[in-house]
């Protein structure tokens, strides 16, 4: 343990300085207030012994700079014959004892024992009700958040009730007003009427109400998805399924769409799949984003989907030879609406929700999904799902 | 082994707690130290320089106690007090007994 010994007198620094490094102590000596407190500053120690009447700088004045250096610092007032008075007043001011001159060796050593016990409880406490304060504050703060996602997730899910309910209201509406708008044609044709080239027009527009319709249906559908996911709201099965079939359904939906882009598509999923316990309506959500997003993004060339087992898990690879995927985006293309942000540089296929659904949805069966991409030169996606896992869906 | 010494001496290791090696090392601090001490004090107390006679007078009441002179360290709180209550009267009085004990005790710690 390291004291600072400050005192004018050179016989007590001698005495002192001797027998504490006798009993174990590192001692150090100043013989000014100034001295003092610049060592303070400059060092650590455990405990100083403070002369209380030098002169220049008397003991309250250094004992008050110091202080203002460590408020915890414990500080014993070596008083002379006679002083009592001056020894009182600083125990007022937070020294945490005194000591007569001359001191009885053996009872410096107790006080000083005692004044640093005393000062390292005393930090200890300050540092565990800090410490309570910021888990406080992290708690309320935590509690907060929490409040405030939960708000956010009966938000959207509310909003896209209301929301779905007019659409589906619209697309009833736009096809019952095509039929009958494609009737009075025919019967007006029938009837020799002209105005041909006016009822395509309006037909293309009606056909466009209900297309844009449709679409904004999906988008609205994807936000409640997501926020159903999102909030746990429902509840994932956990079935034995065969994942091939899934892939296999949607293989055959995509083939023709492919194929009217004119990409060359293949797929090849092993036979001896072991099952996997999931959730086949959500799963084939994944598959088909996947799919969905190949199609998107790639204009020329080839999109291959491989299914195969590896150890204890189905790999699912889905390769295209698309525009591909900067490196520094990787990560955030699972982010909610990470599309939104191209909308002034480049056109966007979407809002963006498709990659965040299936990397929910595969979390959910205790999987991964990743990708691998460079620009120009195409992307792969990998979803990994356990064969066996524990957790519930 | 004079009685004035065995009693400084008996007095200090009561809380020097039976160093004899450094009674004699803060008697000879003491006797290197005090005639530099009792000159500035004379000069202090003759120019009525009352603070200078109050460090001065503390700085040898300290030194009194540590070697056990207690009679020496009792003139010098004495002349300490005249001085921080500005009685310069008392000043040379304290001041003339005070150096009375000093050479005694310079004395009897020469004789080690």
């Known amino acids: 343990m390291n004291i600072l010994v400050v005192d004018d007198d050179e016989m007590i620094r001698m005495v002192l300085e001797e027998k504490l490094q006798e009993m174990g102590f590192t001692a150090t000596t100043a013989d000014s207030g100034p001295a003092a407190i610049s060592l303070v500053a400059d060092n650590s120690y455990d405990a100083v012994l403070l002369d209380l009447k030098m002169p220049g700088m008397d003991g309250i004045e250094t004992l008050q700079e110091l202080q203002k250096i460590d408020h915890c610092l414990p500080v014993i007032m070596v008083s002379s014959f006679g002083d009592i008075a001056s020894a009182v007043q600083a125990i007022k001011m937070g020294a945490y004892e005194f000591v007569e001159k001359p001191p009885q060796i053996s009872r410096i050593v107790l006080t000083l024992r005692r004044a640093i016990e005393k000062a390292t409880l005393e930090r200890e406490v300050k540092q565990l009700a800090k410490n309570l304060e910021e888990t406080d504050v992290l708690r309320s703060a935590y509690e907060k958040l929490k409040e405030l996602d939960q708000m956010k997730t009966s938000f959207i899910a509310s909003v896209s009730h209301e929301l779905r309910t007019p659409l589906t209201s619209i697309i009833g509406y736009a096809e019952i007003v095509r039929i009958k708008f494609e009737r009075m044609v025919a019967d007006s044709s029938a009837a020799g009427g002209s105005g041909v080239s006016e009822a395509t027009q309006i037909n293309g527009h009606i056909e466009r109400l209900i297309s844009e319709t449709k679409r904004l249906a999906g988008l609205v559908e994807s936000v409640l998805e997501l926020a159903q996911l999102e909030s746990g709201t429902i509840e994932l099965k956990q079935e034995p399924l065969q994942l091939q079939k899934i892939i296999q359904s949607s293989a055959r939906e995509f083939a023709m769409r492919f194929a009217d882009k004119g990409l060359s598509f293949t797929c090849q999923v092993d036979d001896d799949l072991p099952l996997i316990q999931g959730d086949d309506y959500y799963l084939a959500k994944v598959v088909h984003n996947l799919f969905s997003n190949a199609l998107k993004f790639t204009e020329r060339g080839t999109v291959a989907c491989r299914v195969r087992a590896t150890g204890k898990m189905i790999m699912i690879t889905l390769s295209d030879s698309g525009k591909g995927i900067a490196p520094g985006l990787h990560k955030g293309i699972f982010d909610k609406f990470s599309q939104i942000g191209d909308v002034m540089t480049d056109k966007p296929k979407g809002i963006g929700l498709g990659l965040p659904i299936a990397k929910m949805i595969v979390a959910r069966h205790g999987g991964s999904i990743a990708v691998d991409s460079q620009p120009g030169r195409g992307s792969i996606f990998t979803v990994m799902l356990p064969v066996e896992r524990g957790g519930k869906g | ?112």
Do not use: C
């Open chain 2, 1 to 112: 082994m004079d009685d004035t010494l065995h009693t400084f001496r008996s007095n200090a290791l009561q809380w020097l707690e039976g160093d004899e090696r450094m009674f004699d090392k803060l008697s000879a601090l003491f006797l290197k130290n005090v005639p530099q001490q009792m000159a500035v004090l004379s000069a202090a107390v003759a120019a009525n320089d009352l603070q200078g006679a109050e460090l001065q007078a503390h700085a040898l009441k300290g030194a009194a106690g540590m070697i056990g002179a207690l009679e020496m360290r009792n003139h010098a709180a004495a002349l300490e007090t005249a001085a921080m209550a500005g009685e310069t009267e008392l000043l040379q009085q304290h001041f003339k007994a005070l150096a009375d004990y000093v050479a005694q005790v310079t004395e009897a710690l020469s004789r080690t």
